[in-house]
């Protein structure tokens, strides 16, 4: 099991800046794969940012991409989500979760263990 707990949500300005820290306890944390998704009210749930085992490789969608990092580090058992240059349209619930795939990294389902998401508000 893998417990994955999100912080660092909140309201901001657009074109401000937050940082999402993932931490993770249980089994070890550099086994996995770990993503970020985000749900906004009456949206399906999508994928934002991954990051392999080693963080070599990392991975975004389009809507994201310069604007968003994702970085870990496994000594502290901690995935970031550093998000630059928000956009009203960023507003959502955002979700870590791990898995070990590292080929299906954009697809929930993919993945084993989720937290129980962090709310990130951007206002005009």
């Known amino acids: 099991q893998v417990q994955l707990v999100e912080s660092g949500g909140g309201l901001v300005q657009a074109e401000g800046s937050l940082r999402l820290s993932c931490a993770a306890s249980g089994r070890t944390f550099s086994n996995y794969v770990v993503g970020w998704f985000r749900q906004a009210p009456g949206k399906e749930r999508e994928f934002v940012a991954a990051?392999?085992?080693?963080?070599?490789?990392?991975y975004y969608a389009d809507s994201v991409k310069g604007r968003f990092t994702i970085s870990r580090v496994n000594a502290k058992n901690t995935v970031y989500l550093q998000m630059n240059s928000l956009k009203p349209e960023d507003t959502a619930v955002y979700y870590c979760a791990a898995g070990i795939s590292q080929t299906r990294v954009t697809m929930s389902h993919a993945y084993h263990y989720w937290g129980q998401g962090t709310q990130v508000t951007v206002s005009s």
């Open positions: 990051i392999s085992w080693g963080g070599g490789r990392t």
